[in-house]
């Protein structure tokens, strides 16, 4: 089983968030526990900021057991058909790209998506499974 990440559950364990840092941990283990844990490069690069060096993103990575898988022209352009639908149903630019180009990366190149933002994930992204860290 390959569980996509979404920024939300990594963020809530590196910054770490008392409120939802736990339920998150927790259920990243149980992730990696029934597989394998990939996050995008949109991923990778809202997390890297929180931390000072690019060895140390890798490391924390690393050794929370989530591979690097890079997105390609299919997902790019399942985001962009999805932004537009979002768009065209008068969603405002409020969400931007970067959250639908996390949505189609789990859904073409994983299993389900971990993350705090099912109501998003679920209504722009029909039929991808979703995992949600509970307390």
Do not use: K, N
């Not at 927790?26 to 000072?52: K, N, Q």
């Not at 932004?83 to 409020?94: L, P, Q, T, V």
Request: glycine share 8%; net charge positive; aromatic share 8%.
């Amino acid at each position: 089983m390959i569980t996509a990440v979404d920024s939300s559950v990594l963020l809530d364990v590196f910054l770490p968030d008392p409120d939802h840092g736990p339920a998150s941990a927790a259920a990243l283990r149980r992730c990696l526990a029934e597989g394998s844990l990939i996050a995008c490069d949109v991923v990778w690069a809202e997390v890297a900021p929180r931390f000072p060096s690019e060895d140390l993103v890798r490391r924390a990575m690393g050794e929370l057991g989530v591979a690097f898988v890079a997105q390609d022209e299919e997902t790019a352009l399942l985001a962009g058909s999805a932004w537009r639908a979002y768009r065209r149903a008068g969603g405002r630019r409020e969400r931007l790209v970067p959250g639908f180009l996390v949505g189609a990366h789990a859904r073409l190149r994983a299993d389900r998506l971990l993350t705090r933002d099912r109501g998003f994930y679920r209504r722009w992204f029909r039929g991808l499974r979703l995992v949600e860290p509970t307390p």
